[in-house]
């Protein structure tokens, strides 16, 4: 298992017209990441979000982000499916490499992406696997 670290930007953007039947609890946003370290690029994803609106309170969200970038030296693009869950303010986050997502010399690639926000900064923790190139 390889571990790769660093940092990132996110830029989150609400979408509008979407058929919530008028339910401010449900949402569903764009967002664009940087990232810096380890593994070097960009992002794009969708997430579709509940939250009671409350600091502190319950909710969820589900998203797909596509990645584009290097990672330790080796260039491609993966997938990366994020599931969450906020149980009274307590987060539980699985974000994990949809299989045989990786292209180029990222062909192969599994692994599990973890997110760790600290004082309104953003930095990311990768456990991965990728086959040998000969």
């Known amino acids: ?48 979000a509940f939250g009671t609106g409350a600091k502190g309170t319950s909710g969820a969200y589900v998203a797909i982000e596509k990645v584009t970038g290097t990672l330790h030296g080796r260039s491609g693009t993966f997938v990366l499916q994020h599931s969450a869950t906020m149980t009274r303010g307590v987060p539980q986050m699985t974000i994990t490499v949809v299989p045989d997502s990786g292209t180029g010399q990222l062909a192969g690639l599994a692994g599990k992406f973890n997110i760790i926000i600290a004082e309104g900064k953003h930095s990311y923790e990768f456990e991965y696997t990728l086959p040998e190139t000969h």
């Open 1 to 48: 298992m390889a571990h790769a670290k660093g940092t990132f930007e996110v830029k989150l953007v609400p979408q509008t017209g979407d058929d919530t039947g008028g339910d401010a609890s449900l949402s569903r946003m764009t967002f664009d990441k940087q990232l810096h370290g380890d593994l070097e690029g960009a992002s794009k994803g969708q997430m579709l």
